[in-house]
């Protein structure tokens, strides 16, 4: 069914820009609430950003606020993760998942999304 692919990742120095893209297929995104997590080596997977299904409503871990950026193009079935700002601390495979429901007040965990892509390479070093 829905199928989510990450794309964007990379190496970095710090302080650089890197915008991940989350590409849907099989399904419309318009139907989701999106989240981006990311899960760094001997780390639990931890959310970075959520969005609600109009784009209206975001969250952000508090490591995060104020660097990042979540956003979706209903249009091309996307949605983006604009990372600034970026420390060696961001390192990390991030990753997107899909499901039924925005909460205002906490991002969302990892066990309320059921679609998930593969993850993408998120490097920051000199």
């Known amino acids: 069914q829905l199928q989510l692919v990450e794309s964007g990742g990379g190496l970095v120095q710090p302080g650089g820009s890197l915008r991940l893209s989350c590409a849907a297929s099989?399904?419309?995104?318009?139907?989701?609430?999106i989240g981006w997590f990311r899960q760094a080596p001997g780390k639990e997977r931890e959310g970075v950003s959520c969005i609600s299904r109009s784009g209206s409503l975001t969250n952000y871990a508090d490591s995060v606020k104020g660097r990042f950026t979540i956003s979706r193009d209903s249009a091309k079935n996307t949605v983006y993760l604009q990372m600034n700002g970026l420390n060696p601390e961001d390192t990390a495979v991030y990753y997107c998942?899909?499901?039924?429901?925005?909460?205002?007040?906490?991002?969302?965990?990892?066990?309320?999304?059921?679609?998930w892509g593969q993850g993408t390479q998120v490097t920051v070093s000199s």
């Open positions: 099989g399904s419309t995104l318009d139907n989701y609430a």
């Open positions: 998942a899909a499901g039924p429901k925005y909460y205002m007040f906490r991002l969302a965990t990892r066990y309320e999304y059921d679609y």
